[in-house]
């Protein structure tokens, strides 16, 4: 495996060699403002087998097409109406993706035999340089085996790789550290499939018609990706929340053992000295606590607890996808009351 710094400078022979390696078939993980991504050139079938195989993901499960810009997205995709067009003017680029009517020269491995694919332009500087030289769709999920944390760092997800991806780019810890807004437009409305940076409210500026789809209903899945286990650190952990900070005091005692690791706000950690605790940051900064969570989740397994607490956030703004990342990576273990 090669190990390539972009961090400091993005350097042409590098480039190359980036270009090269998806052109011959194989597989690159890159970083983007979200999370990294494990890539593979869409249009190749069996370069985006890689990806299923490196990942251990399900085959029923689609990818995200990332291309370098607007005109592109003619290449891959069908753009069906205003609203599309308009979604793609306000939040391209950047952490959203966009599902639209797939074109014939995308295989189905690529959208697990749906007619449609998820379409993302990074905002990431050295994803944006990637895709530009290399000028190839770029079919690429979260760097991280199936069912574990998304990669926000190369120290994060080498291990996982190293044997099976022959060039990893370094391009620093990912901003926003959780992945993009995964959005279809169905029968006019703005259907939200997983929640991210792109909030509700955001989209709410576009039209007034825009609903969430979470798993939590007992709504069919739409977003194959959203019926797997995800998220999850090898240790139990359990999610809790209240307003009240006194009510959540309560409940967290009630649960913590000594070998427990609490994951949560600046705000609380006095409160729990004699404990191992993991802080993702201030209440007030979700943005903080985003581009945390990930390698929190990962860091608290390292120390072989019994049990992992991990404080909720209130479910608004960029809330609303954080909890949707901490429900399933507590496996739904919700505790909101005494
Ligand atoms: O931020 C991100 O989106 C990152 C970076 C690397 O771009 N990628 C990412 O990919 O998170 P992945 O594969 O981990 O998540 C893709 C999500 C899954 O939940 C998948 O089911 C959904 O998008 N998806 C992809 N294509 C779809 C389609 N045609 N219809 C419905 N959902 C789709
Ligand atoms: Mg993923």
Redesign the pocket.
């Known amino acids: 495996m090669k190990l390539i710094d972009f961090t400091k400078e993005i350097d042409k022979t590098n480039l190359d060699l980036i270009k090269e390696t998806f052109k011959s078939g194989n597989l690159v993980i890159f970083p983007?403002e979200?999370?990294y991504?494990i890539g593979a050139d869409a249009t190749n079938k069996e370069a985006v087998e890689k990806i299923f195989l490196a990942k251990n993901r399900a085959s029923d499960?689609?990818?995200?097409v990332?291309v370098a810009s607007k005109e592109k997205i003619d290449e891959i995709a069908h753009i069906n109406s205003l609203l599309e067009k308009t979604l793609i003017d306000t939040f391209m680029p950047g952490?959203f993706?966009l599902?639209l009517e797939k074109k014939e020269n995308i295989p189905d491995i690529v959208?697990a035999n749906?007619n449609?694919?998820?379409v993302?332009i990074?905002e990431n500087k050295i994803a944006q340089k990637i895709l530009e030289h290399t000028n190839l769709p770029i079919a690429?999920?979260?760097a991280n085996l199936s069912s574990k944390p998304?990669g926000t760092s190369v120290s994060d997800i080498i291990t996982e790789f190293e044997n099976t991806v022959p060039v990893i780019v370094n391009g620093g810890n990912t901003k926003i550290g959780i992945?993009?807004t995964?959005v279809?437009v169905i029968d006019d409305t703005i259907t939200i499939?997983?929640p991210g940076k792109v909030t509700y409210e955001d989209l709410l500026e576009v039209t007034d018609k825009v609903i969430i789809k979470d798993k939590l209903t007992n709504e069919k899945v739409?977003?194959?990706?959203?019926k797997y286990k995800h998220y999850a650190p090898n240790t139990k952990c359990i999610l809790v929340y209240n307003e009240d900070s006194l009510i959540y005091n309560d409940i967290v005692k009630k649960h913590i053992t000594n070998n427990t690791v609490i994951i949560g706000s600046k705000e609380n950690e006095n409160n729990f000295k004699n404990y191992t605790y993991l802080s993702y940051g201030s209440k007030e900064n979700l943005d903080e606590i985003s581009s945390n969570i990930f390698t929190l989740l990962r860091k608290a397994d390292t120390y072989n607890p019994d049990l992992i607490i991990i404080e909720g956030v209130k479910k608004e703004g960029l809330g609303l996808a954080i909890m949707n990342r901490l429900l399933r990576a507590a496996q739904y273990n919700y505790i909101d009351t005494i």
């Open positions: 983007t979200t999370v991504g499960n689609p990818l995200i990332h952490p993706t599902i959208s749906l449609s694919i998820g993302r990074p690429a999920p979260s998304s992945e993009s995964v279809k499939l997983r739409i977003s194959p990706g959203l």
